[in-house]
T-cell receptor
Framework: GIQVEQSPPDLILQEGANSTLRCNFS?????LQWFHQNPWGQLINLFY???GTKQNGRLSATTVATERYSLLYISSSQTTDSGVYFC??????????FGEGTQLTVNP | NAGVTQTPKFRVLKTGQSMTLLCAQD?????MYWYRQDPGMGLRLIHY???????AKGEVPDGYNVSRLKKQNFLLGLESAAPSQTSVYFC???????????FGQGTRLTVV
């Protein structure tokens, strides 16, 4: 099956810093999503981005499908950005495969 | 519009007991999924359904059964719970293949 690798596994930032999270995948995909799992365990949709670039406030994402990677940018980080960020991709068979996530801690 | 709703939110079971988790979506989505999440890991697919009356196995189906009798509901059953099934369970739905997935709030299950 498809392999999804996220890096870095852990990231600690000071409030106000910028960061880039990466997701590499081993096959062509027809769906890619980024999620934020907050400290209460909720999975929040950030981006549905099988290709191209999207922005939503301080967050933006870029997927280069031909090179099999996606990047999530967080600018001017806030403590509320803390949590785990997951990349999930779909190849075929109607299901998302998740990476193991990046644990982000933003300190005040 | 509630999206995806899971019932219950928390449950403690004794080894060998059975239970059913309910997932309901009000978005008229065709596809529904059950995932489990263990500490420090991503989500792994248990079973999924591409339409009413259909189900299929995912990555970790052993010890679970599912049913999709109505389009809006997807049930996950544990016939004889084991401590290895202690996990957080998430339900998700998509309109069709390759579209955005929406998740429920999760069910935290502990088997003692």
């Amino acid at each position: 099956g498809i392999q999804v690798e996220q890096s870095p596994p852990d990231l600690i930032l000071q409030e106000g810093a910028n960061s880039t999270l990466r997701c590499n995948f081993s096959d062509s995909v027809n769906n890619l999503q980024w999620f934020h799992q907050n400290p209460w365990g909720q999975l929040i949709n950030l981006f549905y981005i099988p290709s191209g670039t999207k922005q939503n406030g301080r967050l933006s994402a870029t997927t280069v499908a031909t090179e099999r990677y996606s990047l999530l940018y967080i600018s001017s980080s806030q403590t509320t950005d803390s949590g785990v960020y997951f990349c999930a991709v779909e190849v075929s068979g109607s299901r998302l495969t998740f990476g193991e996530g990046t644990q982000l801690t933003v300190n005040p | 519009n509630a999206g995806v709703t899971q019932t219950p939110k928390f449950r403690v079971l004794k080894t060998g007991q059975s239970m059913t988790l309910l997932c309901a979506q009000d978005m008229n989505h065709e596809y529904m999924y059950w995932y489990r999440q263990d500490p420090g890991m991503g989500l792994r697919l248990i079973h999924y359904s591409v339409g009413e009356g259909t189900t299929a196995k995912g990555e970790v189906p052993d010890g679970y059964n599912v049913s999709r009798l109505k389009k809006q509901n997807f049930l996950l059953g544990l016939e004889s719970a084991a401590p290895s099934q202690t996990s957080v369970y998430f339900c998700a739905s998509t309109l069709t293949r390759g579209t955005e997935a929406f998740f429920g709030q999760g069910t935290r299950l502990t088997v003692v």
